[in-house]
C-alpha cells in the first residue's frame, strides 16, 4: 500500500479544544519545542512546592505569636488585676505603701514529662512546698497551676538551673510596707493577690481602684500616689512612748492618736499591739485589733466634756453654778460616788477639775433625759461614725434611755463609742464649735469649714478650752502640763466590767489634751487598756498617774515637729482664754 493509501486510511487527529490552546499559548506560547515545555512544568512544581512550604513557615509563625500574646495577656492581665497598686505616703511624701517586683513559680502539667522527678528536685529547691499539694497540681489537667507566689531571685536561680520543662516563673508586683508596724493599723495590708483586705489598702480597692484593674487600666507606675494626713513622724513618737508606756506599767494594750481640730485630719494613729503588714499572719491575732476604731469603750471622766458643753450650751448654767457635792448621789439602789470628794457644794467650773461624778449626773438631770440624747446625736456620739477606714462599729447606746442612763453617761458609764468618735466630739468642744467628720486623707481648712457643722455656740467652745486648761493648771492633768505648749485636758479612769461587776482593779485610763488651749491647734489621745500600780504611782491606777505623764511625754517630742512654738511667760487660763473671749464676744 502506498503512502498516500496509508494516509488516506489513518484516522484523522482530533481538534485540540480552544480552552487547552488557549492555556499552552499563554503558558509556552507559539511554536515552542519539547524541551522548553518541560522546563516550564519543572519550574511550575518548584513555584508551587514553594507555595505550600510558605504557607506552612506562616502558620507556624503565627502559632508562635499568638501563644506569646497570650502569655503576654495572661501576664498583663495578672499585673493589672492584682498587682498594680498605687504607692501610699504621708503628708511629707514619705512611701507607706509600695509594690516591687517579685518572681512567682508556675507549672504547665501538659508538659511535664516526668512528674515525680519534677516534684522532687522542686520541693528538694523549696523546703516548705508541701509535696502532696505540688503533686496534686501537677497531676491535673490544667494548662496553668500556680506552685508558689512571690518567691526570692536565688529560689528562681535556683530552680531555672534545674531545667525542668513545664515549670516557669511570672513578675508579679508585691505590695511592700517600709515602716512595717509603725502605721500597720491604719494602712491595712492586702491578700496574695495584692487586694486590699483591711485598712486604706480596702478603702483604695472599694473606692476604684478593683474596677480600673478589672479595666485594664490600673497599670504600673501609671497610678498618681495616694496622699495620707498622718505625719509618719509624728507616728514614730507617738508609738514610741506608748510602747514605753505599755511596758513601764504593764498594760495589757496600749494606743493614741493625733487629730488635727480645725481640719478633723488625722495626723497620727497607733494601736498596740499591731502588727507588721509585711508579715500578715500576724494580722489575725485577735488581739491586735485597731481599738481606735473597730472598739467601742467607755470612755469614763472624758466624757464629763461633753456633759459641761451642753449645760453652758442651754444656757441654763454657766461656770459658776453651784451643784450639791456634799456627799454621795443615791438614785433607787444605785448609788454614785466621787473618786475625789469635797463635801461641799461646787461650781460648775469645779466639777471639772475635780472630776466630780455626782456634779456631771446632776447636770445632766437638770438638763433632762431627752435633750442629754439629742446633744449627744448632734456631736454624733449615737451613731456608727463613718471613715476611709473600712474597720468600725456601732456604739452601744442602751436601748431604753431613762434617769439612770442619763446619770452614768454624764460621767462615761453605760455608753460605749469608738475612741475616734468621741475625739470628734472633743474637736467640736474646742474648735468653736464645728462638728468635723474625721479623716485619714489631706484636707485644708476650707474644706473642713465647708463639710462642718456648726454645734455649738462660739462663747460655749471658749469657756470649755478654759476649763480644760483650768484642769491643767491646777486639776487632774497636772502632770501633763509642759512648758511652753499652753496645754488644755481631761482625764478619764473607767472602771471595766468583769463577771456583771465593774471592777476597781481593771480600768481602762484615757486623756484628751488640746493644745495650746487659747487657739486649739490638736487633740492627743492616750489610752492604757488595765495598767498596774507602781511604787512611783503609789498604788494608784488612775488615769492622772499613767496616761497623763505619758501625754506630756508625747506633746514635748511632737510639738516641735507640727511646728507649734513654744511660748513661756503666758497669763493663766483666767486672763488668757476668758478675757479674750469676753472681749469677741
Do not use: C
Not at 16 to 42: C, F, H, M, T
Not at 238 to 257: F, P, V
Request: overall charge positive; aromatic content about 6%; glycine content about 8%.
Amino acid at each position: 500500500m502506498t503512502d498516500q493509501a496509508l494516509a488516506t486510511t489513518r484516522p484523522a487527529k482530533p481538534a485540540e479544544p480552544w480552552r487547552q490552546r488557549l492555556i499552552r499559548s499563554l503558558l509556552y506560547g507559539r511554536n515552542v519545542d519539547r524541551a522548553a515545555k518541560a522546563r516550564a512544568r519543572v519550574g511550575f512544581a518548584v513555584l508551587a512546592f514553594a507555595l505550600v512550604y510558605a504557607i506552612i513557615a506562616g502558620r507556624l509563625v503565627m502559632f508562635a505569636i499568638g501563644a506569646d500574646s497570650h502569655n503576654s495577656a495572661r501576664t498583663g492581665s495578672r499585673d493589672a488585676i492584682a498587682t498594680a497598686r498605687p504607692d501610699i505616703v504621708d503628708r511629707n511624701g514619705e512611701v507607706l505603701a509600695t509594690d516591687v517586683k517579685s518572681p512567682s513559680l508556675f507549672g504547665e502539667p501538659r508538659r511535664i514529662i516526668d512528674k515525680d522527678e519534677a516534684i522532687e528536685l522542686l520541693t528538694a529547691t523549696l523546703p516548705d512546698l508541701d509535696t502532696s499539694e505540688v503533686r496534686e497540681r501537677l497531676s491535673s489537667r490544667k494548662g496553668f497551676v500556680w506552685l508558689k507566689r512571690e518567691i526570692t531571685s536565688k529560689q528562681q536561680q535556683a530552680i531555672h538551673r534545674l531545667g525542668i520543662p513545664g515549670i516557669g516563673f511570672l513578675r508579679e508586683n508585691k505590695r511592700v510596707y517600709p515602716t512595717g508596724a509603725s502605721v500597720a493599723h491604719l494602712i491595712g495590708l492586702v491578700n496574695i493577690d495584692n487586694q486590699g483586705i483591711a485598712g486604706m489598702e480596702k478603702w483604695l480597692d472599694n473606692n476604684g481602684l478593683a474596677d480600673l484593674h478589672r479595666a485594664g487600666f490600673a497599670t504600673d507606675r501609671l497610678q498618681r500616689p495616694v496622699e495620707l494626713s498622718i505625719d509618719l513622724r509624728v507616728e514614730h513618737a507617738l508609738r514610741d512612748e506608748l510602747m514605753k508606756a505599755k511596758e513601764k506599767y504593764k498594760a495589757k494594750a496600749a494606743s493614741g492618736l493625733v487629730s488635727n481640730v480645725k481640719t478633723g485630719e488625722i495626723v497620727a494613729l497607733v494601736s498596740l499591739p499591731d502588727f507588721d503588714p509585711n508579715n500578715p499572719k500576724e494580722a489575725h491575732d485577735p488581739d491586735r485589733i485597731n481599738r481606735l476604731t473597730t472598739g467601742v469603750f467607755e470612755m469614763g471622766s472624758t466624757f464629763k466634756a461633753l456633759t459641761l458643753a451642753m449645760a453652758l450650751d442651754s444656757g441654763k448654767a454657766n461656770l459658776n453654778t453651784l451643784y450639791d457635792g456634799r456627799g454621795a448621789m443615791k438614785y433607787g439602789k444605785f448609788t454614785i460616788h466621787d473618786t475625789h470628794p469635797v463635801g461641799r457644794s461646787i461650781t460648775l467650773s469645779e466639777v471639772f477639775t475635780f472630776s466630780s461624778n455626782v456634779g456631771a449626773a446632776k447636770i445632766a438631770l437638770g438638763q433632762g433625759v431627752e435633750a442629754h440624747k439629742a446633744f449627744l446625736k448632734k456631736l454624733g456620739q449615737l451613731d456608727r461614725l463613718r471613715t476611709e477606714l473600712p474597720e468600725s462599729t456601732s456604739p452601744i447606746v442602751p436601748k431604753r434611755w431613762g434617769e439612770l442612763n442619763t446619770i452614768t453617761i454624764a460621767f462615761g458609764h453605760g455608753m460605749a463609742v469608738a475612741p475616734l468618735q468621741a475625739v470628734m466630739g472633743i474637736n467640736a468642744v474646742v474648735n468653736g464649735g464645728y462638728l468635723i467628720p474625721p479623716t485619714f486623707l489631706k484636707r485644708s481648712e476650707e474644706e473642713a469649714r465647708a463639710i462642718g457643722k456648726k454645734v455649738l455656740k462660739t462663747e460655749t467652745s471658749d469657756k470649755m478650752r478654759y476649763l480644760m486648761r483650768l484642769n491643767a493648771e491646777i486639776g487632774t492633768a497636772k502632770k501633763a502640763d509642759v512648758k511652753g505648749y499652753y496645754i488644755g485636758g481631761k482625764t478619764g479612769t473607767s472602771e471595766k466590767v468583769v463577771n456583771g461587776r465593774y471592777s476597781k482593779k481593771q480600768v481602762l485610763n484615757s486623756f484628751t489634751a488640746i493644745f495650746p488651749a487659747d487657739n486649739p491647734q490638736y487633740q492627743l489621745l492616750i489610752m492604757l487598756d488595765e495598767p498596774k500600780a507602781l511604787p512611783e504611782t503609789h498604788g494608784f491606777i488612775t488615769s492622772g498617774w499613767n496616761t497623763v505623764p505619758t501625754g506630756g511625754k508625747v506633746i514635748a517630742r511632737i510639738g516641735p515637729l507640727l511646728g507649734v512654738e513654744p511660748r513661756f511667760d503666758l497669763p493663766t487660763a483666767d486672763r488668757l482664754i476668758l478675757a479674750t473671749s469676753r472681749t469677741t464676744q
